[in-house]
Nanobody, 125 residues
Framework: QVQLVESGGGLVQAGDSLRLLCAASGRTLTSFTMGWFRQGTGKEREFVSSISWESARTYYTDSVKGRFSISRDNVKKTVALQMNDLKPEDTAVYYC??????????????????WGQGTQVTVSS
């Protein structure tokens, strides 16, 4: 089992930055893909970004490319999402997730088995 806990959300103004952190516990995350998803009010959950086990591969949805950056520390078992130049449309609950494989499928947001409880990000205009 893998337990995931997100932190770092908050209320910011457009153009500001936030850094979300996901702390994992339980089994080792060897060969896991780690990802971030978000869900706005009344919207479906959306894949945001992913990172492979060795950090060699990252993937971003088009709307956050150039603004968001994902990283991971396998020793500390953490995954971070640096969010810059935030926009009101980035407002959502952000979820950390883990997939027990690294593949084109997991890198693009599918096959995730473990989820955190989410952290709210609100961007005012």
């Amino acid at each position: 089992q893998v337990q995931l806990v997100e932190s770092g959300g908050g209320l910011v103004q457009a153009g500001d930055s936030l850094r979300l952190l996901c702390a994992a516990s339980g089994r080792t995350l060897t060969s896991f893909t780690m990802g971030w998803f978000r869900q706005g009010t009344g919207k479906e959950r959306e894949f945001v970004s992913s990172i492979s086990w060795e950090s060699a591969r990252t993937y971003y949805t088009d709307s956050v490319k150039g603004r968001f950056s994902i990283s991971r520390d396998n020793v500390k078992k953490t995954v971070a999402l640096q969010m810059n130049d935030l926009k009101p449309e980035d407002t959502a609950v952000y979820y950390c997730a883990a997939a027990a494989a690294v593949s084109s499928r997991t890198m693009t947001g599918y096959g995730y088995s473990y989820w955190g409880q989410g952290t709210q990000v609100t961007v005012s205009s």
